[in-house]
């Protein structure tokens, strides 16, 4: 046991929120991760199209993510620098010329685009369809493998230790800690932190408390093959300004999807037909490409708190427990500051000044704020 650590620290859930965390505090306390799937990044944090845009999300996670880009560079998980367009058609100026007067307040980089400006960016969009668009140009792709497995690596060196195939099945105080049962067997533990992704509040009700109301939301994505003769390797990510759609490159191909939150139980989620054939028609309709039959379609979950907030924080009601989950479609972007703001929590310790000067406190990101009074002891 580490000096003046809290002796063992058990983390359900191996994707990129509960792995960062672990990575963070293996070299202060005996660190296991518990991965119910096969392998690490299996569901959520396997399947993203991670982009790092310091205008995605609502304030809290856009304070997030300016907190993280130095990590993310220095880490060099910044594989490509991307670029971001929000494409409005004809009829959207005042929704361009007004979206952009929000992004450019919270990130000077942000240009308004004309048509011609935009058309010349990507040339799939005819200069006539479109009034211009929202451009942030320093938005990058995020090598999110690189990412896993620096963190995997990283608890590693510091003594952690990773368990895949294992299932969580109860968790009970005992003693001064807590008792962990798993399909392989029993672990004691001073503090179970429950970074399952879709399934925190199924976690939570293994430990006997009520969830916080987490909601899984399923998207769909495909692989398609880019025009003839195209260079799209500097295409910027294109979404729609009424978030119908997007597409990006991806290794020499595009991604495409309908920028779907449809509400799911937790599952190994699988993409509809449906929604694939949707996403296609709408890119097919706003863009001069040709799509025909996708390939390779999938679908992961993407999971938000109520207030799309992500939550990190002991839980009132039961000593231990400690709350890491909503990063929602957020999670590469700002896993890495939230592990290090996780890590203050539980040693006890001030959040990092960097995070604390641009807005973000400890109260706005606790399980508390999803707890009537009569829920807490």
């Known amino acids: 046991m580490r000096s003046n650590s809290p002796g063992k620290i058990i983390v359900i859930g191996g994707g990129i929120a509960g792995l960062s965390l672990a990575a963070e505090i293996a070299d202060w306390a005996e660190v296991t991760v518990i991965e119910r799937e096969p392998h690490l990044g299996y569901h959520a944090s396997g399947r993203s199209a991670a982009l790092f845009s310091e205008t995605y999300g609502n304030r809290l996670v856009r304070a997030l993510t300016l907190a993280s880009r130095q990590a993310i560079a220095d880490g060099g998980f910044a594989a490509h620098r991307r670029g971001a367009l929000h494409v409005g058609w004809t009829g959207d100026d005042a929704a361009v010329d007004r979206l952009a007067g929000e992004l450019q307040a919270l990130v000077p980089s942000v240009r308004r685009l004309s048509a011609a400006e935009l058309h010349a960016l990507v040339p799939v969009i005819a200069r006539e369809a479109t009034c211009g668009g929202v451009y942030e140009p320093d938005a990058v792709d995020v090598d999110t493998g690189k990412m896993l497995a620096a963190s995997a690596s990283a608890l590693k060196a510091g003594g952690g230790i990773i368990r895949t195939g294992e299932e969580v099945r109860a968790i009970s105080p005992d003693g001064r800690g807590l008792r962990v049962e ?42 398609f093959d880019a025009p003839a003769g195209a260079d799209i390797s500097n295409w910027p990510l294109v979404v729609d300004l009424h978030e119908q759609f997007y597409f990006k490159p991806d290794a020499g191909r595009l991604i495409g999807s309908l920028a779907d939150e449809t509400d799911s139980e937790p599952c190994d989620a699988w993409p509809e037909d449906i929604d ?63 592990a290090r ?37």
């Not at 429950?194 to 692989?223: C, E, H, I, M, Y």
């Open 276 to 338: 694939v054939a949707i996403a296609v028609d709408r890119i097919e309709q706003a863009t001069s490409m040709r799509i025909g039959r996708p390939s390779t379609p999938w679908a992961g979950l993407r999971t938000f708190a109520p207030d799309r907030t992500p939550v990190a924080g002991f839980d009132p009601r039961l000593p231990g427990f400690f709350w890491l989950g909503g990063q929602g479609g957020y999670g590469f972007q700002v896993s890495l500051t939230l």
């Open 182 to 223: 798993t399909s392989a067997g029993v672990y004691s533990a001073d503090i179970v932190v429950n970074a399952a992704g879709a399934w925190v509040d199924v976690v939570a009700g293994l430990a006997g408390l009520s969830g916080l109301g987490f909601q899984p939301k399923r998207r769909t994505a495909f692989l």
């Open 341 to 377: 703001m996780s890590a203050a929590l539980i040693r006890g310790e001030p959040l990092p000044a960097d995070v604390t000067a641009l807005g973000v406190a400890a109260a706005a990101l606790a399980p508390d704020r999803f707890l009537t009074p009569a829920a807490t002891p």
